[in-house]
């Protein structure tokens, strides 16, 4: 591993690129993005963790990350009432700020 990720770091970034993104529901939604993209992050975090130990596979990490992300948006379209396809720009504006730190961290692509 290159680097370890910072939970911390990478919500930030992210809950500013879904943001960036989706004008409508914010600020209303702006607490439940930042608690899913908090979950995501560390989704992130524990994959980078388990692969440093060899525990976790490219396709299980994978898998793990699109689980998450998949929860998220039902989530947030559930809680804010902002549309399906809004929510999946924000979240496709938010994984693509941190897609190369993640994957330099990491060393192989996940996102």
Request: a positive charge.
């Amino acid at each position: 591993m290159k680097q370890n990720l910072s939970v911390k770091t990478l919500v930030q970034d992210m809950t500013s690129a879904f943001l960036g993104e989706v004008k409508e529901g914010v600020p209303a939604a702006k607490k439940h993005v930042q608690i899913e993209l908090q979950k995501i992050a560390s989704c992130i975090a524990n994959i980078e963790a388990l692969a440093a130990k060899g525990k976790i596979t490219k396709q299980q990490a994978k898998l793990d990350l699109q689980i998450a992300e998949d929860a998220a948006q039902s989530t947030l379209i559930a809680a804010t009432g902002i549309s399906e396809i809004t929510v999946a720009k924000g979240l496709k504006a938010a994984m693509g700020v941190v897609t190369g730190l993640v994957n330099t961290a990491l060393g192989w692509r996940l996102i």
